[in-house]
Structure formats: structure tokens, C-alpha cells
């Protein structure tokens, strides 16, 4: 048994995604081992962090000015809006540079027990394309697994009964580079021959 000190800290690392005890006792004892000026500068970047950081009104993506540098970059395309679960996810797409358009992050996607869809920002995304005149197509940008379709389904939904002039898509889906074939799944393979081109 450590010491209380320690374990509270263990306690609360072990709050952070697929961190678990070894894990979180590996952070804590590189810390003590490191030294103050290193505990200390972690410290003065997460009180900057809360102190900074705000949520931007328009995409709700994190940031320190409102709204966020993508939001107020008129140089975007202003009729495409890409909604995606997270803040990770827009960053991905637009590391691509494919993508020239604004973004919507919806904090998530929707639970098979409907549990989180009170936090989800689905009433916010109404707003935004109600008030937004030149959106002319939404991108559902998720993951194609149970929670992400289920997300996505149920945008398309509400986006056709409150702005039926707007074109929802989704991302294509089918094979990766250099895969088999006979490996594929039969979802990915019906994909793949639907969005063929």
C-alpha cells in the first residue's frame, strides 16, 4: 500500500481513458522520480490549459479564442459542414488536406442505452444549421461501427425534419490499401462495391 498522497493520485490518473492501475502507478512514480521542476511545469500547463481553453460557440471543438481559428478562417468553405464524435477526429480529416470545410464536433456518439444523449450537442448542430443560410451539404463523419451508425441515422433523421434543403453524406467506406480480399468482411465488401468508382 503506498502512501495517501500517492494513491490519490493513482486514483485520479486511473479516471483518464484506458488507463488502468499499472498504468496509472507508472505515471505517478515518473513523476516523483523526475523531480519538482518537472511536476511543476506538468502543473502550471494543466492550470494554463483550464485557465485557456473554452469551448468554441459555433463547432464546440476546444480552444483558446472564440471562435476557434478554423471557425473564424474565411478562406473555408462555408457550405460544407463536417460533423464528427471528437475533437481527435476533426483533427485526422484535416491532416489530409482534403477537406476545406467548417466542422461540427458532437462530444461523442450515441450509447446503445441512450444514456449519453443528453450531453451529446445534437440540439446545438439544429441551431447551427437553422442559423447558417449557406450550409448546403452535412458530412457525418464517424466511425463505422454500432455506435457511430447509430449516431448517424439518427442526424440524418433530424437533420431532414428540420432542414430538409440540406444533403447529408457519409464517408465512403470499402477495402483498405494492400488487404485481402478473401480477409474482408461482408460489410466492408458491400461497401466497397456501393461506393465503388
Same mark, same amino acid.
Given at each position: 500500500?503506498?502512501?495517501?498522497?500517492?494513491?490519490?493520485?493513482?486514483?485520479?490518473?486511473?479516471?483518464?481513458?484506458?488507463?488502468?492501475?499499472?498504468?496509472?502507478?507508472?505515471?505517478?512514480?515518473?513523476?516523483?522520480?523526475?523531480?519538482?521542476?518537472?511536476?511543476?511545469?506538468?502543473? =502550471?500547463?494543466?492550470?494554463?490549459?483550464?485557465?485557456?481553453?473554452?469551448?468554441?460557440?459555433?463547432?464546440?471543438?476546444?480552444?483558446?479564442?472564440?471562435?476557434?481559428?478554423?471557425?473564424?478562417?474565411?478562406?473555408?468553405?462555408?457550405?460544407?459542414?463536417?460533423?464528427?464524435?471528437?475533437?481527435?477526429?476533426?483533427?485526422?480529416?484535416?491532416?489530409?488536406?482534403?477537406?476545406?470545410?467548417?466542422?461540427?464536433?458532437?462530444?461523442?456518439?450515441?450509447?446503445?442505452?441512450?444514456?449519453?444523449?443528453?450531453?451529446?450537442?445534437?440540439?446545438?448542430?439544429?441551431?447551427?444549421?437553422?442559423?447558417?443560410?449557406?450550409?448546403?451539404?452535412?458530412?457525418?463523419?464517424?466511425?463505422?461501427?454500432?455506435?457511430?451508425?447509430?449516431?448517424?441515422?439518427?442526424?440524418?433523421?433530424?437533420?431532414?425534419?428540420?432542414?430538409?434543403?440540406?444533403?447529408?453524406?457519409? =464517408?465512403?467506406?470499402?477495402?483498405?490499401?494492400?488487404?485481402?480480399?478473401?480477409?474482408?468482411?461482408?460489410?466492408?465488401?458491400?461497401?466497397?462495391?456501393?461506393?465503388?468508382?
Amino acid at each position: 500500500m503506498y502512501s495517501p498522497s500517492i494513491e490519490q493520485l493513482i486514483h485520479e490518473f486511473k479516471k483518464l481513458p484506458t488507463v488502468g492501475q499499472k498504468t496509472a502507478e507508472r505515471f505517478v512514480f515518473a513523476l516523483l522520480k523526475s523531480g519538482k521542476k518537472q511536476v511543476g511545469e506538468l502543473t =502550471l500547463s494543466l492550470k494554463h490549459m483550464i485557465g485557456n481553453v473554452k469551448s468554441c460557440s459555433r463547432c464546440w471543438d476546444f480552444s483558446d479564442s472564440e471562435p476557434c481559428q478554423l471557425c473564424s478562417d474565411q478562406k473555408r468553405n462555408h457550405n460544407l459542414l463536417c460533423v464528427v464524435a471528437e475533437s481527435q477526429d476533426k483533427q485526422a480529416i484535416d491532416k489530409t488536406k482534403e477537406y476545406a470545410g467548417q466542422y461540427f464536433i458532437l462530444r461523442g456518439t450515441i450509447q446503445p442505452d441512450l444514456d449519453n444523449l443528453k450531453y451529446l450537442k445534437i440540439k446545438e448542430l439544429t441551431i447551427r444549421l437553422k442559423l447558417s443560410k449557406n450550409i448546403t451539404e452535412v458530412i457525418l463523419a464517424f466511425n463505422p461501427d454500432m455506435a457511430g451508425e447509430t449516431t448517424m441515422l439518427y442526424l440524418e433523421k433530424i437533420i431532414k425534419e428540420t432542414q430538409s434543403n440540406i444533403k447529408t453524406t457519409r =464517408l465512403a467506406r470499402g477495402l483498405p490499401m494492400n488487404s485481402d480480399l478473401q480477409y474482408a468482411d461482408e460489410i466492408t465488401l458491400s461497401s466497397a462495391l456501393k461506393n465503388r468508382n
